[in-house]
């Protein structure tokens, strides 16, 4: 390759695999007994304003100031469902398993309790694990939970895949 020139990288089989059981299930028909639900989660930092903004003027816009307040970060839990329209965001002080787990015991309880399989779209951080629910909950409640929901990976470098 010459200096200067950009090629693609090579896509292994993971990715295409991943790729196309993503791809497939967004494909699929709705059918809200066997719900797709999109998972996501990001922290963000929490500012505030030191000073109160000068108001507008005739012919000068509002003024802020440059100089904010440190609030701390906090954690979004992103779940949507595209094709029925449906979203949620729950805020959590930090992104452990333990938020995690009772994401998915609030999602198979409240927001879905009469749906029979909800399969997830997934990254592919290391809270995104089923046995990492035996952490927050006896057996049996982790058995009740694993068993409605099912877990599909995007490929690495594929965070576009995942609508939430």
Known sequence: MNKGEWRIPEVSGEFVARLEDVLDLYHEVYAPDHSVVCFD?????????????IGPKPSRA???????????????FMLCEPKAGWRHVEVS???TALNLAHQMRWLVD???????????VLG???????????????PAEV???????????IPVHGSWLNMA
Do not use: V
């Open 93 to 95: 002080e930090r992104r």
């Open 110 to 120: 409240e927001a879905y309790p009469h749906t029979e399989t909800m399969r997830l």
């Open 62 to 76: 509002q003024r802020y100031d440059y100089e904010s307040k440190w609030n701390g970060r906090r954690n979004l």
């Open 41 to 53: 989660e990001t922290s963000r930092q929490l500012a505030a304003d030191k000073r109160p903004s």
């Open 124 to 138: 592919n951080l290391n809270t995104h694990k089923l046995g990492l629910l035996y952490d927050a909950f006896d």
């Open 143 to 153: 058995r009740r939970i694993a068993k409605r929901l099912e877990f599909h990976y």
